[in-house]
């Protein structure tokens, strides 16, 4: 069994005034003050960083205890439904924008709104970062970091190529006849400028919303028809046919994980991702990256996500408390420069000032990248309805089909709307 399906634990807990923090995994100490609990998901590091802001924040708190637990993102979400249900969930929860809502309006985590400026300092946050934890008009989390979709490249070796890498404005044609050039340019069997991306749902969702579509309405019904996918499909059966991007063979390693990715695995030299993965992507690959934003449209496609959120239990025994953690983890400086921007950049413009001197060039190129993005983003859309994860398989499926020659884009663009309907209608 790998780390990530296993539980950490770790208890930190101020014993003097001086700050003395002990650090015991599995034990709850016994000392009056507040006894708190916090869960996430994520890597090794993402713990190491966690317990370093938790172990400062109980040093400077005495009296205080936080009882940290991690699991992978896998078994993350059963255990924390197991755990809302039987009404013992942890005080303090990393929450992701597709489960918000749920968790709100089943009345699981608690409104934040009274305690803005009277214990939650969000003075620093833009109002798109806040009203990104908000459910029905009330604030039920609060941003670790925020992030965007991103284009990333292999720009050594296109410029090894001879060709001049992707740069912000590209229109969707100039992007194409691009990948198409490095293609041609490399003369690698097997080689493509890009990834064939009509699988990823983040790419639709953009080339959407620069249309004026949506992928999901608010009542959670598909926002866009079967000639809007119908069009998209068209441009990526295009491309392939042109050379630009995988062919079905080779785009049929990609798994979803950054180190099957076809950037990382050497068969494509430019992928569609996420900011925050740049750094996992750099790991993998010998030459250096870049990252620059989607090809345009007529209108904003991209937006600024929460990576991820904190939350509260609803019923937790001590909410001040609580709220004193959560608002250590987005405002203090000292708590962001431990944290850096592992889970995105900070969404408190005092943090980020604090934390970019202090980066590493792909930190820094990160929270460059949301600073330039975020006068040139459009709204959070609504946050997709159950069934949406059966629907990217769909999505992954009739393109495959239609690369293979199994459908046409016209049948593809039909089946698709059929099914994607047939999985929303069931819930």
């Known amino acids: 069994m790998s780390q990530f399906s296993l539980t950490r ?65 896998t078994d993350y979400w059963p255990r924390l439904a197991t755990q809302a249900a039987g009404r013992n969930a942890p005080d303090l ?21 009274s305690y803005v400026s009277k ?43 001879g060709v001049k890498p992707p740069e912000s404005g590209l229109t969707w044609a100039q992007f194409g006849d691009l990948a198409v050039e490095i293609a041609k340019a490399a003369k690698r069997p097997g080689f ?43 441009y990526w059966d295009d491309l392939r046919k042109r050379g630009g991007c ?36 750099q790991a ?24 991820m959120m904190m939350s509260i239990f609803a019923r937790t025994k001590s909410p001040e408390e609580a709220v004193k953690v959560l608002d250590f983890f987005v405002s203090n400086t000292e708590a962001g420069l431990l944290l850096g921007v592992e889970r995105g950049v900070p969404a408190s413009s005092a943090v980020r000032k604090a934390v970019e001197p202090t980066l590493d060039e792909l930190g820094r190129t990160m929270a460059q990248y949301i600073g330039y993005a975020s006068d040139k983003v459009g709204s959070l859309p609504p946050p997709p309805p159950q069934g949406a994860g059966e629907i990217q398989q769909v999505l992954r499926r009739v393109n495959e089909q239609i690369g293979f020659g199994k459908l046409s884009v016209a049948q593809g663009a039909t089946q698709f709307i059929a099914e994607a309907k047939a999985v929303l209608a069931r819930g």
């Open 9 to 73: 634990r770790v208890v930190l807990q101020s014993v003097s005034a001086a700050g003395l923090v002990a650090a015991m995994p599995g034990r709850v100490f016994a000392q009056a003050g507040a006894q708190l609990r916090m869960f996430w998901w994520g890597a090794k590091e993402r713990a190491e960083r966690t317990e370093k802001v938790n172990a400062l924040f109980v040093q400077k708190n005495p009296g205080y205890s936080i009882a940290g637990e991690t699991l992978g993102w």
């Open 192 to 234: 493509f400028g890009v990834q064939d991306a009509a699988r990823f749902e983040p790419a639709l969702e953009v080339w959407m919303r620069q249309r004026g579509k949506a992928l999901y309405t608010d009542d959670g019904k598909l926002g866009f028809d079967e000639k809007d996918i119908g069009e998209w499909f068209a």
């Open 119 to 161: 214990g939650l300092n969000l003075a620093d946050f833009s109002p798109e970062a806040v009203n990104s934890g908000k459910v029905d008009g009330k604030i039920y989390g609060v941003s670790l970091g925020l992030n965007s979709t991103a284009l990333m490249f292999d720009k050594a070796a296109i410029e090894g190529f």
């Open 246 to 281: 995988a062919s079905p063979e080779v785009q049929a390693l990609d798994n979803g994980e950054i180190d099957t990715s076809l950037l990382t695995l050497g068969k494509s030299a430019m992928v569609f991702a996420h900011s925050n993965q740049l750094v996992g992507f």
């Open 284 to 307: 993998l690959s010998k030459g250096k990256l870049g990252m620059v934003m989607y090809p345009v449209g007529a209108k904003p496609g991209q937006y600024l996500k929460p990576a």
């Open 93 to 113: 929860i990393q929450m992701d924008y597709r489960y918000i809502f749920e968790y709100a309006r089943r009345g699981a985590l608690l409104p934040l709104d």
